[in-house]
């Protein structure tokens, strides 16, 4: 490779040498760069260094371009596909009207809708203290809250649980990630109004006693106007790049090879 790419570069050495031009924007940018680093201008001896620096990075980024080594690195390619990128975000709309995030939050309600709010308290048999009784205890205290309302005394029927007996307008998603998706699902469809369960989780048994639900809804637009705007932003931006990497893509003739089955069988194996 070594041998290769001297010989590239001695061939290239006995053609007219390319310019390169370090223009006063580029000194300039320089300087700043410098500036913003170190708070203070650089000195000219400073300032020679950033430039032969810069001479450095070209000549070595020209001649690695031409000698290919450019081609099959991953970090190059994602970084050149990275400012393509950017350029489609520059195409797209840098601000919308009212009109348009009105139609976007109603062609999207269920990005914006607020969850539900429950408030419930429990009853709760612990799997590790009652590791051999809890089917026995389980039944004994369902049969006690049959008969029972919601201002029955829960610390002294079951087990302290670490965040409380008593849970209040909190939403779904705070029910999941505290006891878990099933428990979650259970507990969105129950009824008002009178104790059930038992319902499982990773602790142990809950009976639970749901004394309110409030439906959640789709704020006015000027509730949530930062987060339409920033969602909207956001697909504009995907719908821009799609649409230019689809322009660009016609301008190539795609050809996908299909490796041998034994090479690739051979490969996975590997």
Known sequence: MLFGLHGLVGKRSAEAPEKIVVSASRVANLGDGFARTWRRLPNEQELQSLIEDYIRDEVFYREGKAAGLDRDDVIIRR???QKMEFLADDMSAPEPSDEQLVAYLASNPERFRTEDRLT?????????RRA???????????????RADGAVDATGLG???LLGEEFRDVSPSKVTSIFGDGFAKQISVMEKGHWQGPIPSGFGQHF???????????PALDDIRPAVRREWANARRLEAEQKLY???R???EIVV?????????AEINR
């Open 159 to 161: 087990d302290p649980f």
């Open 257 to 265: 090879e299909t490796p041998p089955a034994k090479a690739a069988s």
């Open 132 to 146: 051999s009784t809890i089917e026995r205890d389980s039944k004994q205290v369902a049969s006690i809250l049959a």
């Open 208 to 218: 639970v006693f749901l004394s309110e639900r409030v439906s959640g809804n789709l």
């Open 250 to 252: 016609e301008r190539y």
């Open 246 to 248: 689809a322009s660009l």
């Open 79 to 81: 970084r050149v596909r």
């Open 120 to 128: 419930f308290h429990q009853v709760f048999l612990s799997a590790t």
